[in-house]
């Protein structure tokens, strides 16, 4: 339940969440991402390295964008980690003809009052999953923008302040280029973590169809953790430790992407590379942040910001691993 503040002045509405969930004790936290992880494989198969870093993603208040071909189980992998927990869900289908509008919601007249109500859009649900957010153009896509960095939306002049947690999970189509928009810059920067699922191991794939030729298992898949206890481990993965010179190695690999790119890690990146080892050094059962929590990080949270320089055949990736290879931990 949530409390809403309005100013009337600014027009801002301020949603409050009662303080009722308990923080979570560091054990606590890596037992809870173990136990959604282990649920959402009963319905995706041979995926345990992505599954696990959309789980730290979503501990380490950061958002996802999935990249890669048609049908290897993209918008089925986000769903089946909505449904673990017990936690308000919304599906947003990007097309060509879809409006920032149907993203973030609109004021309709009201005949009755003679007043305009709003009417929320699917951005206020606590996972919201952009189903080929690459199909819709750059203004429908930057709707996403605000809610992504202030978990809030402004239609009309008001604010609406989503719910929380709040968690976008995106798909983009890797394929189909021509028929596809290419993401802003400023919102790619905006997801925590790129990935790639890639086609399954054959016995994986041979897995993968036993448990869906029948009823398809998302279908069975119920929840194993409260709102409250994502609540409560997402507070406690804010205050693991980062010491002083895990903050300097971080610096010092932004940096060296900054020099040898057209576009290195923007500060955000390196904020998001930050908490997402809080979240891993969690996972492990500890409440300090340690260099090998930051290498596992690393190339998923940093490549899809870097654009190499023109005329080079590097990617992101390859920047990304020369930083980890040159630059020393001190």
Same mark, same amino acid.
């Given at each position: 339940?949530?409390?809403?503040?309005? +100013?009337?002045?600014?027009?801002?509405?301020?949603?409050?969440?009662?303080?009722?969930?308990?923080?979570?004790?560091?054990?606590?936290?890596?037992?809870?991402?173990?136990?959604?992880?282990?649920?959402?494989?009963?319905?995706?198969?041979?995926?345990?390295?992505?599954?696990?870093?959309?789980?730290?993603?979503?501990?380490?208040?950061?958002?996802?964008?999935?990249?890669?071909?048609?049908?290897?189980?993209?918008?089925?992998?986000? /769903?089946?980690?909505?449904? $673990?927990?017990?936690?308000? %869900?919304?599906?947003?289908?990007? @097309?060509?003809?879809?409006?920032?509008? +149907?993203?973030?919601?609109?004021?309709?007249?009201?005949?009755?009052?003679?007043?305009?109500? %709003?009417?929320?859009?699917?951005? %206020?649900?606590?996972?919201?999953?952009?189903?080929?957010?690459?199909?819709?153009?750059?203004?429908?896509?930057?709707?996403?923008?605000?809610?992504?960095?202030?978990?809030?939306?402004?239609? +009309?002049?008001?604010?609406?302040?989503?719910?929380?947690?709040?968690?976008?999970?995106?798909?983009?189509?890797?394929?189909?280029?021509?028929?596809?928009?290419?993401?802003?810059?400023?919102?790619?920067?905006? %997801?925590?973590?790129?990935?790639?699922?890639?086609?399954?191991?054959?016995?994986?794939? !041979?897995?993968?169809? +036993?448990?869906?030729?029948?009823?398809?298992?998302?279908?069975?898949?119920?929840?194993?953790? @409260?709102?409250?206890?994502?609540?409560?481990?997402?507070?406690?993965?804010?205050?693991?430790?980062?010491?002083?010179?895990?903050?300097?190695?971080?610096? /010092?690999?932004?940096?060296?992407?900054?020099?040898?790119?057209?576009?290195?890690? $923007?500060? /955000?990146? !390196?904020?998001?590379?930050?908490?997402?080892?809080?979240? /891993?050094?969690?996972?492990?059962?500890?409440?300090?942040?340690?260099?090998?929590?930051?290498?596992?990080?690393?190339?998923?949270?940093?490549?899809?910001?870097?654009?190499?320089?023109?005329?080079?055949?590097?990617?992101?990736?390859?920047?990304?691993?020369?930083?980890?290879?040159?630059?020393?931990?001190?």
């Amino acid at each position: 339940m949530t409390d809403a503040n309005t +100013d009337t002045e600014s027009g801002r509405v301020e949603t409050t969440h009662p303080e009722t969930e308990r923080q979570l004790s560091i054990d606590e936290v890596g037992d809870l991402a173990r136990t959604v992880i282990e649920n959402t494989e009963r319905v995706i198969v041979g995926s345990h390295d992505a599954i696990e870093h959309i789980v730290t993603a979503i501990l380490g208040r950061g958002h996802v964008l999935l990249e890669d071909v048609p049908g290897v189980g993209k918008t089925m992998l986000a /769903r089946a980690i909505a449904r $673990s927990f017990e936690s308000s %869900f919304s599906r947003v289908q990007f @097309t060509p003809d879809l409006l920032p509008s +149907d993203v973030t919601g609109t004021n309709v007249f009201n005949q009755k009052t003679r007043e305009f109500d %709003f009417r929320p859009g699917p951005i %206020f649900a606590n996972v919201v999953l952009g189903d080929e957010i690459n199909r819709a153009p750059p203004k429908t896509q930057s709707a996403l923008l605000e809610a992504m960095e202030e978990t809030q939306v402004t239609v +009309d002049g008001t604010t609406y302040a989503l719910e929380q947690p709040f968690t976008v999970i995106a798909t983009q189509n890797a394929i189909e280029r021509g028929r596809t928009y290419e993401l802003p810059v400023a919102e790619v920067d905006r %997801f925590m973590k790129r990935l790639e699922l890639g086609y399954p191991e054959p016995d994986a794939e !041979s897995a993968m169809l +036993d448990r869906t030729v029948g009823t398809h298992p998302i279908d069975r898949l119920e929840p194993v953790a @409260t709102l409250d206890q994502l609540r409560g481990a997402r507070a406690t993965v804010g205050e693991v430790t980062v010491e002083g010179p895990i903050r300097q190695y971080v610096t /010092r690999l932004a940096n060296h992407t900054r020099e040898r790119a057209e576009l290195g890690v $923007s500060p /955000r990146g !390196s904020l998001s590379l930050l908490r997402a080892a809080q979240a /891993r050094a969690a996972l492990d059962g500890r409440g300090y942040v340690i260099p090998d929590d930051i290498q596992h990080e690393a190339e998923v949270t940093l490549a899809h910001r870097i654009r190499p320089a023109s005329g080079t055949d590097r990617t992101g990736a390859d920047v990304v691993r020369a930083a980890l290879s040159s630059v020393r931990v001190e």
